[in-house]
C-alpha cells in the first residue's frame, strides 16, 4: 500500500441527463366536415357544372388542371354549410394562435387536378390562415407536401425525421378532410396518377378591412 501522500483517489460523479427541447414548431389542424355524404356529391357536381360554364383556368399554381376565377366560392348558397364549418375552425385556431376572435373573411376557390396534375411550390402571402377542404380523392391522388420552414436548415448535412434535419411533410388527403396551416408555410401537391379529378376547395382566412 502507498504512504498516504502518495495515494491516487478516483472520484465518480454521475453528471445529470441532457436535457433536450424542440423549439420553433410549426401547427397546423386538420377536422373532417360531418355533414351526409350525399352533400359531397352534391357539391362534386356543382363544381364540375362551373368547370363546365368557364373551361379556362385561372393558372396561378395549379398545372394540368382547372382552377376558378372565382375566389369567393364559399359565398355561394350551396356551400353555406360548409363556409359556416371553415369559419368556426379557424376561429379556433386563431384562439390557439393568441387572436381573439380577429375579424376576418373568407378567399376561396376551386382546385382541380386531372390526371397528371399537380401545384408548384407557393405560399399564401398575405392571409392569416390557409387550408383546403378535399371533396374528391381518388386512388393516384397526390399528396399535400408541406416544406420545412426554417430557411438555415436546409444547409444542413441531416435529412429526414431526426432532430435538426431538413423534411418534408406528406399529407395523404381523404375525401371531406379540412385542413388548415399558417399561411407562410411553403406547401406543393405531388403530381395526380389518377384518371379521375382530385378535387378540393382551397380558402384563405384575410384579416377583415376597416
Not at 364559399?74 to 394562435?97: P, V
Amino acid at each position: 500500500m502507498l504512504p498516504p501522500q502518495q495515494q491516487t483517489y478516483i472520484v465518480t460523479q454521475r453528471s445529470p441527463p441532457v436535457q433536450s427541447f424542440n423549439l420553433f414548431a410549426t401547427r397546423i389542424w386538420q377536422t373532417r366536415f360531418t355533414g351526409p355524404p350525399a352533400q359531397l356529391a352534391h357539391w362534386l357536381d356543382f363544381v364540375l357544372s362551373l368547370r363546365a360554364q368557364a373551361p379556362i383556368a385561372a393558372g396561378r399554381s395549379n398545372r394540368r388542371g382547372w382552377n376558378s376565377q372565382d375566389l369567393a366560392i364559399l359565398d355561394r348558397e350551396i356551400f353555406a354549410a360548409l363556409k359556416q364549418a371553415i369559419r368556426a375552425h379557424c376561429l379556433q385556431a386563431f384562439q390557439e394562435m393568441g387572436l381573439v376572435e380577429p375579424a376576418f373573411t373568407l378567399q376561396s376557390w376551386i382546385n382541380i387536378h386531372d390526371h397528371g396534375g399537380y401545384n408548384l411550390q407557393h405560399m399564401h402571402e398575405g392571409a392569416l390562415l390557409s387550408g383546403c377542404v378535399y371533396l374528391s380523392v381518388p386512388p393516384g391522388s397526390g399528396n399535400l407536401v408541406f416544406r420545412d420552414p426554417r430557411p438555415g436548415v436546409l444547409n444542413s448535412a441531416l435529412k429526414g425525421s431526426g432532430a435538426n434535419g431538413f423534411k418534408d411533410v406528406q399529407l395523404r388527403p381523404e375525401a371531406g378532410l379540412i385542413v388548415l396551416f399558417p399561411n407562410w408555410l411553403e406547401h406543393y401537391v405531388e403530381p395526380h396518377e389518377g384518371e379521375a379529378p382530385r378535387i378540393c376547395i382551397a380558402f384563405n382566412a384575410l384579416a377583415a378591412r376597416p
